[in-house]
């Protein structure tokens, strides 16, 4: 079974700090691997994606991604975070032997001032 | 730009009823799906199609059936509405690497 761990429910952080969002999932074969941001009450909005090549991706608003085959993860980053950051964000696993598309339950980023 | 549409964006629906939600896709996607959303929670699987004329049962499929009668529309359709599918639905489509959601239909049984 092909899962997708997000073990952050809940981060807190303040605005101007890093902040690193962890995905980690279980599948052995060749995968695509992204990320989305959904707002309160809005859809969910690709920010980032990855397949081979260069493991570190940038995406929009100053995120990046890192890949590692090792460690089976593709977390999340951001630098300097800003309080329009604060949404929920979902790591998302495609293999690509399959047409499926498994996403994590989220990582809830709240952004004091 | 690519864009999913989805309608309606509300509904309210009676338990026992029979409720369609319908997506079109304008992305030349071959793979849409259709997921469901509860408050505070994640996305979970309820059909999926990678072809016209073709659907596959994702991990919810209870309740639910779905109908992709071309590469640009797919439809998702509750024979007989129950309080447990007030929820929100989110269709989508792919081209693997990304997928693009629609903005969802709020969906309210009562």
């Known amino acids: 079974t092909q899962t997708v761990s997000q073990s952050d429910a809940h981060v807190t952080v303040f605005e101007g700090d890093s902040v690193e969002l962890r995905c980690n999932y279980s599948y052995g074969g060749s995968i695509y691997l992204s990320w989305y941001i959904q707002h309160h009450g809005h859809g969910l909005q690709f920010l980032l994606k990855?397949?081979?090549?260069?493991?570190v991706v940038q995406g929009v608003n100053g995120f990046e991604a890192e890949f590692s085959k090792s460690d089976s993860s593709f977390h999340l980053r951001k630098a300097s975070v800003h309080w329009s950051d604060s949404a929920v964000y979902f790591c998302a696993v495609s293999p690509n032997s399959n047409n499926r598309i498994f996403f994590g339950d989220g990582t809830q980023l709240v952004v004091k001032p | 730009e690519a864009a999913v549409t989805q309608s309606p964006r509300s509904k309210v629906a009676v338990t026992g009823g029979k409720v369609t939600l319908s997506c079109h896709q304008t992305n030349n996607h071959d793979y849409m799906y259709w997921y469901r959303q509860d408050t505070g929670h994640g996305l979970r699987l309820i059909h999926y199609s990678y072809v016209a004329d073709s659907t596959e049962k994702g991990d919810i499929p209870d309740g639910y059936k779905a109908s992709r009668p071309s590469q640009e529309n797919f439809s998702l359709i509750l024979e007989l509405a129950s309080l447990s599918q007030t929820a929100v639905y989110f269709c989508?489509?792919?081209?693997?690497?990304?997928?693009?959601f629609g903005k969802g239909t709020r969906l309210t049984v009562v």
């Open positions: 990855y397949y081979s090549g260069n493991p």
């Open positions: 989508a489509s792919s081209d693997r690497a990304e997928v693009f």
